[in-house]
């Protein structure tokens, strides 16, 4: 199941263009053949979220670092209103630097909207994917018949209001609620990514993550996945973590961080983080 | 005082000059007093000037590459042109003075804003470097103005920064800094999809503007992107790239809302809406058998039509082709056996012969009926050359779920997609309430409600809807005019009209989706705009523009919150944006720089530290007396001036008055300087501010208060509770310690570290030695420079053990046992839940500071806060990468490096390492005999304690479970002891079994899982159950990580300053013991003629709060004051018959509640 070069293409840029566009690096162990160890943000975020994680791999594993288009350090310009209205364009851009870095399998840790972009990317290419790593997953954030997303309608749209309103006031109280325990510096790096994105932007993009659903496809999913949920993720509910583990057609698994609360683990608390994540890299 | 016209004119260029010449018409045209801003951008802006002078086009074009993609252009302007009119509207009118100021009002002077916003822009030229030749040659062609004259760019920029302007730019969706870039930048040919340009509306052509728009570079498709049509186009798009290519080529849509994508896209294709689609399929038609599969089953003549049909289908099929949907899998998958037998091969067979010229497509919700079909007809999707199409956006106006919240830029949709109806029908009023998403039927129904409750509704403001103006902006010319006098009254009544005609399209919605599901949606008129956005309270938007009093201005701010706030994407208010970026860059860029130099400083500072405190050291040490501080201080010609400076002072109080009071130290600065030698009296002076700040990140540290100003006292001792007497402390323990420190002393030495310790003597000595020796400083050399650091490896069990040496090293060399840094390497590996006994005191501590901090970083803010202090890192052979690297480095260069590259000094501290991995190589004795091994010690949880009575019967049949090896020899020997029996049963209750289940299944706890391991196989040798623990941990481990691992501690543990060897600690002599202890006070309070059985997990819990515990007695007194009490409670509180045992078992649902004094045991023991 191809296709992403037809579809990349069609959006005018080159690999290396896209490469520079969206910040991508490689760092670690380059010269190491095995496979690339791929990083990839969620909203409100930048690679730098990442910061925390990579030294923990840098010895042995190749790592690919990359931002999305939305993330703030991105020039919004080449945020594109009509392009981004679905999360397959996001999936465009990750295989297209897969190929403009001529990476053929890979690793793959995504946390929150990237852990869609990953499932929906190994959907359509299985074997460029040795391993999904989902932090703060979920298929669907809407509630829905006997499924507990963990929004309703109404709270989003109050949810954007508020965003719309005074994104800085949002920005301050959403904050340490995503970031969950109290990490001071955690909550500081995360509100300064948050800012960083264009008011718009970020709006835009939630409404196209609150638009996606990915539960109908999850079963196409082939390749391995490993589930990392915290104790406790005011986006994201425990069901489902369940869910996804029912429903993801790999061989899948769950890791609970016990003593971990948030939607940001890899800022609150790194090193239960990335002990979990090697182990589910050598698993 | 405002400016004459002509004054201002001269300031300007000639195409700057034209638009204040046209907003000075504007002005006298409205017959207002003054010419303000406002009037020139509506000058600018306004279509009868810009069709026909240049100037206008740069507004004008910055403001169509500014202007959100979310609405069409000409909305957007005309929006935006009506916001002027109503601003200016708003303005007061000159009409009261005119007769004073008759001849002004011919050309009404320019505004003080006005004119404050040329001066700016005239200043900002002249600054600007690109426009800086301009103004020079301006300076030679005419000499005769003084000033620069303006260009318009500038002043365009000038007038966006007027907060008025900006304001109404935002009431209409634009973006002051976005209007700005626009300007500043040349238009820039920005990647899009292809999209082509359709008619623009009917209803608009009389837009006198609309050629201007065409010239733009922008490609405006008339879309909203939130509208359904967009995600659908999205869709559809994907759908006709596969149609369009080679192989696989057939789409099969899978996802919950696939079927609303193929809605979609048959849609587009019925529409002939070719935009979404590659060229070379344009003319595509669409043929749907969804209906006849779904009741292939049904009815039974299937059969027939199929062939017919198909047939017929391949006839129809010419360039470019069709394709056939087949509609949803379900159908498929349910159908009847005709599917199977007839359909199938007969779609292959068709797809086979129009290869070239007849597609294929489905859809599926979910994936299972996708895997359904497929497993009921294997290959088909190769057959049939399926390309699989993930469908993952949901519509968002689907069940209304998203739709979008009303603004003030929809209602101008309503607008004008209804221009021509209110001409045509004057009263209508239900018109401005349309509604796609109900059927025509409901949709008339909810008119006529609404109609009513308008009718009901007081009269007075109606009439005036139906005025062939768009009624709001006659309404809010009214209002302006009437001084907005009723405006609040109305408002009211429009508020609870508006309420009232909103829950009845809701009723209406409800009705309808529940009803007439099924319906075909009303279609929208062809002037009408396309889409669900036509849903909108009309009235909401009006209200909001009548309710623009231009007095009042924080109402409209409010406005702009509720009703800008809600379109969407250029949403957000001006102000607010410019709010948020300012304190974005007032809040958030001190932090890193304030990080920095707490970083910087503390490095410094850490140097400093780290270089006094050999000095400090060795002047304790017992080569050095007081005399010669000077040898010491040579080597401070390595480090700076600086840290010269602060030796200096360091050495005054030191040698000059050892007791001197911390008060003292305030006044001492100048004594200070005055001592040293004059040439540096300046750098110090210089150099004072920045001690001074060391001192406050050095008082950030934990108890250093705050009275403590004399900065340079604090480097050397920020870890203590601070001042003069922890300094005093200090120099004593120091003395102190220069005697322990003898060669001749070693065996004091250890004599107390045995007597803290209790145990472990062997390995003691080896660890006393090994520090006399290093302090003594025979080649312990590191470079140049001397080496402080001790590092010690604790091999082998007795992991509590390791931690009483480290507790008592910490107090003996550094004075107090808080001068302890304990950190588990491990405990970020497994996290054991619930919590062991022997975890509990760490955890408490270690918890809280953990979060968000790699262990590196966590170690290194430690040694920072205590430079002199034991280190003590359990489990090193767990320890993490960045860890690993850290100490690699520590050991070899002296400094502890944190994540961030910050090093810390760690000459002063003693690191104390354990391992329990390694412990095969260097230990061996272990016998079949041992009871209770270390690991189930370790496992054991604080859970509450009860008492049990059963029969000796009852009890007898449950001997087999019982544990004979402990059990009977317990027995016995207990039996020969005393006549009581007192034994160890290893019986679990039923409860233990689910709730290691639970966790087990949790995935927790690797300890929980050891635990059970370790219960099964208490009769093996423990080295057994040890390989399989290794073996899973080794498993779990990516084989060349632990290599690396395994190589990294074998290199570490080479580089270390000794390696000690712990004992085993026997657990059985203390359980013997023990239990003799209890039994005695069993025989005392209950008597001989009955049996106590002591489960196996309360007995490891006795062992681990005894293992733990500094002193036996406390032990003692558990047993005496909570076992034996709860002994005699039971005896008087049941009458035991004889053949009775009595058993002490753990509730392992119960957690204790609270502990005895000293010992971590239950407080108290439940009888049953």
New interface residues.
Partial sequence: MGGSNSNWSSGGATGSKLLEMLNVRVVGNVDRPAPALVLSHGIGTDQSAWNRIVPYFERDYRIVLYDLVCAGSVNPDHFDFRRYVTLDAYVDDLLAILDALRIDRCFFVGHSVSAMIGILAAIRRPDAFLKLILIGASPRFLNDENYHGGFEEGEIETVFAAMESNYEAWVRGFAPLAVGADVPEAVREFSRTLFNMRPDITLFVSRTVFNSDLRGVLGLVRVPCVIVQTAKDVSVPPSVAGYLKAHLGGRTTTELLHHTEGHLPHLSAPAALAPVIRRSLSR | MPTPVSSARQCLASEAAAALDDAVAVARRRTHPQTTSLHLVYALLSSSSSSSSPPSSILRDALSRAR???YSPRLQFKALELCFGVALDRLPSSSSHHHQQAAQAEEPPVSNSLMAAIKRSQANQRRNPDTFHLYQQQQQGSSSFSGVKVELQQLVLAILDDPVVSRVFGEAGFRNCDIKLAVLRPP?P????P?AARCPPLFLCNFSAADDFDALPVPR?F?F??SAS??G???CR?IG??LA?RS?RNPML?????GEAAQDFARAVERQNWDVLPTELRGLRLVSIEREVSELGKSGDGRSWIGARLEELGQQAEEPGVVLSIGDLKGMVEGGDDVGSCLVPELTRVLELLRERLWMMGW?????T??KFLSRYPLLDKDWDW??L???????GMGG??SR?PSLMDSFVPFGGLFPTTYESKGLLSSPYPTVHRCQHCNDKCMQEVAAVLKGHSTSTEDRHSADVPAWVQRANIFSINGGLDASKAQDDKTVLNVKVMDLQKKWNDYCQCIHQGCQRLETGSYQVPGNIVGLPYVSGKERVSNQDSSNLDLTQNQN??GY??S?????GLQ??A??SQ??SLS?IP?PKNGDLISRLQVRLSKSEQFQREIFQSHQGPHSDSGNHDDHASPSSVTSVRTDLVLGTLHEPTCKDEQLAIQKHTNHLDSCSGCLPSKKVDDFSRNVPEVLVQSHSCSAGPDLPKNNTHPLMCSPLPSKSGGAPAFDQHCLGSSNMCQKFDPSNYKSFCASLIDKVGRQEEALSAVSQTILHCRAGHERHRGASLKGDIWLTFLGPDSIGKKKVAVALAELIYGSKEDLICIDLSY??G?T?PITICDQQEVNGC?TR??????VD?IAGELSKKPWSVVFLKNVDKA???VQKSLSQAIQTGKFPD?HGREFGISNAIFVMTATEAQGQAFSQRTDSVKFSEESILAAQSWQMKILIQHVSEAASCNPNVNVLIASRQNSRNMRASLSSVFVSKRKLGVSDDFKKQHES???AKRAHRTSNTFLDLNLPVEEAELNDAESSSS??????SE?TEAWVKDFFSAVDAIVNFKPYDFDALADSILKEISKSFLDTIGSEYMLEIDVKVMEQILAAAWLSDARQALDVWIEQVLSRSFIELRERFKLPTQTVVRLVACEDLAIGEHAPGVLLPSRICLN
């Avoid at chain 2, 599926?364 to 299972?368: K, L, N, V, W």
């Avoid at chain 2, 969407?568 to 957000?572: E, G, L, S, W, Y």
Wanted: proline share 6%.
């Fill in positions: 959100s993609s979310a820039l920005i990647l899009r999809f999209r498709g879309t992107p939130f967009d995600g186009d999205e869709n994907r790239k596969v290519r696989s899978v996802g919950v809302s696939a599926s919700a979910s994936y299972e996708y895997m390309q699989l993930p469908i993952t956006t949901v519509r968002p779920s998203l919240p919150q509720e706030g809600n969407f994407p250029m949403v957000v607010k944006i709010a948020a304190s974005l958030v932090e970020q590996n996290f839940f918890d953990f979060r968000g901090k790699t262990s966590h993490d990468f960045l994540s949790l995935g927790t779990s481990e990516n084989s060349s990580t690396n």
